[in-house]
């Protein structure tokens, strides 16, 4: 349920001479510092994390911002542009415009991939990391992958080959046969809520950033970032980091436990039959575990 008597505003800021659209609910107490939202796709939109927004009832700022080329930001439709390097830097624009000195960042699936290569750059002010189903190495997740796309229905699996071959991949067949999957492995409901299914609409109306740089489907990666990753580097990850998966998710656990075991003094929360979108799947549950690390986090500051 979305929560209503936050205090929320909305606006632009100027990147790359484009504009990023945020909101920001909530507001910092001294005990708090701001937590900054990172969504996945890469070339989704934020509306699928929007209850998290819940998470500035302790008294902290929660910022949401569409990625440039998704959702309410501009689309400047320029394949060329859409690289990691390109995001790492939009996130220190969005510190910068809304001065977030001290800050802690979530993302989700890309957004975990994208904030730790950010918390990469050593970037100050920096307090935490939480990665939730975001892999470090995209091959090897793609192996993965693989291996739970092989238990779909046979005929499931023959259509989805079927029109990975022939480049017909935008056809209803194929999508409907990349439903089955996602109800396995990405959101385990039978009905999508709204504040998701708003995500899916901003990615179908625009899917270059997704095409671009993760191809059509989760399984079928054939776009920039399917050589990515930074598995040899979580050793240099210095902040506290939470990582955040579920049992039956499509970033399985042996390709979660590779980023947990690799950072640094990393805790890890798996959560029983849960697929990709725990926020979605469990909120109250998955809520609970951020508070409780970012408490641990600033307690210690």
């Known amino acids: 349920m979305m929560p209503t008597s936050l205090p929320s505003h909305e606006g632009y800021l100027p990147f790359h001479g484009y ?16 937590l900054l939202m990172l969504h996945g796709g890469p070339g989704g939109a934020h509306n699928y994390l929007e209850n998290l927004s819940a998470l500035a009832q302790v008294g902290r700022r929660v910022i949401f911002y569409d990625q440039l080329g998704c959702g309410l930001s501009d689309h400047p439709h320029r394949p060329e542009m859409w690289t990691p390097e390109l995001f790492v830097a939009e996130i220190d624009a969005v510190r910068q415009a809304l001065g977030l000195d001290r800050v802690h960042i979530f993302g989700n699936s890309w957004g975990g991939m994208l904030g730790m290569q950010y ?28 291996r739970l796309r092989a238990a779909l229905p046979a005929e499931v699996q023959s259509t989805l080959t079927q029109h990975e071959v022939a480049g017909t991949t935008s056809s209803p067949e194929y999508e409907a046969a990349t439903m089955v999957f996602y109800r396995r492995h990405v959101l385990k409901m039978a009905e999508y809520p709204d504040f998701v299914m708003q995500t899916f609409a901003q990615i179908a109306a625009d899917p270059e950033v997704y095409h671009t740089m993760n191809g059509p489907s989760e399984f079928h990666v054939i776009g920039t970032i399917k050589t990515w990753s930074v ?10 980091t939470l990582i955040l998966s579920g049992e039956d998710d499509e970033v399985t656990p042996a390709t979660m436990r590779l980023v947990a075991e690799g950072i640094p003094g990393a805790e890890w929360i798996l959560f029983p039959n849960v697929s990709h979108m725990a926020n979605v799947e469990i909120p109250e549950q998955c809520m609970a575990a951020i508070n ?6 600033e307690n210690r500051l």
């Open 231 to 240: 598995l040899d580097r979580l050793g240099e990850i210095r902040v506290p």
């Open 19 to 34: 504009r990023t659209w945020y909101r920001v609910y909530g507001e910092d107490t001294a005990d708090h510092a701001p």
């Open 119 to 146: 918390t990469l750059t050593q970037a100050p002010g920096q307090l935490s990391l939480i990665n939730n189903s975001g892999p470090a190495d995209v091959p090897r997740w793609v192996e993965e992958v693989n």
């Open 292 to 297: 409780h690390f970012l408490d641990k986090v």
